[in-house]
């Protein structure tokens, strides 16, 4: 998928009742239809930005406290967990993972403009793995993930390409961190393996089924978790205690 072209003019509008046995009206729908699923793909990475610093703003400045006046929310995760699919229609995973967009350094430093240019939102949310990963996230990085297909993006980001990816984090800390991983899995409880298993699927069902997106909601969920836990215990200055 590439970036929309400026210079093109989009004609997404249709019904189901377009569908014709007729073939100039046929090919017509196709044009239609293709446009108006581009359109769709490069507001995707948007919005999501959009949404996710809204979010941000909502958490830094506790303004879940005021958004329902009959009840309000008592803590933020009460918030995501009720408040966010009742005014959106959306999950909590969605908020999650806008909300990692929009920290990412790299997509909250494009213009709107280049926010549009995303042909797919996997390819944003690759970029941002990326980030975390301590690769160095180039111009022409960014452009690549742009246009290219999903795949493409994916076995060029993955493999390496001379002056567009840089790694700057070794192979062997990452083997040793999987190591730990699966040192955790061996010595976890087996209801708490069902657990993430159950987690896994709940994840992948509303992540459609794309890697990518599965393992960037798993982690916002697994982060959020723990926040949770640690602002839920209570602090202790000398002999008082508070709890937040």
């Avoid at 239609?32 to 990475?45: M, P, Q, S, V, W």
Wanted: aromatic share 6%; net charge negative.
């Amino acid at each position: 998928m590439t970036e929309l072209d400026p210079t093109k003019k989009y004609r997404f509008d249709l019904e189901l009742s377009s569908v014709s046995d007729d073939p100039t009206k046929a090919e017509d729908v196709l044009t239609r239809a293709a446009d108006g699923i581009e359109l769709a793909n490069c507001a995707n990475t948007f919005y999501r930005m959009v949404m996710g610093q809204q979010l941000l703003v909502i958490q830094k400045d506790h303004i879940w406290e005021r958004m329902r006046a009959y009840v309000p929310y008592n803590t933020w995760d009460e918030f995501l967990t009720i408040g966010f699919p009742e005014i959106t229609g959306l999950s909590r995973e969605t908020a999650y993972g806008a909300m990692q967009l929009a920290k990412s350094d790299t997509l909250s430093a494009l213009e709107e403009s280049q926010l549009r240019r995303f042909g797919n939102l996997a390819n944003a949310i690759r970029l941002v793995r990326l980030e975390r990963q301590g690769v160095k996230v180039t111009k022409d990085l960014i452009e690549k993930a742009q246009r290219l297909p999903v795949q493409e993006f994916r076995r060029l980001s993955g493999a390496g390409e001379q002056g567009s990816v840089e790694v700057t984090v070794a192979s062997k800390p990452v083997a040793t961190d999987l190591e730990h991983i699966i040192k955790l899995f061996k010595e976890a409880d087996p209801e708490a393996i069902a657990a993430f298993r159950k987690l896994m699927d709940s994840v992948a069902a509303m992540a459609g089924g794309n890697p990518t997106d599965i393992l960037t909601a798993l982690m916002a969920s697994v982060e959020h978790e723990i926040q949770s836990s640690v602002e839920q215990q209570p602090m202790v200055y000398g002999d008082a205690e508070e709890t937040r």
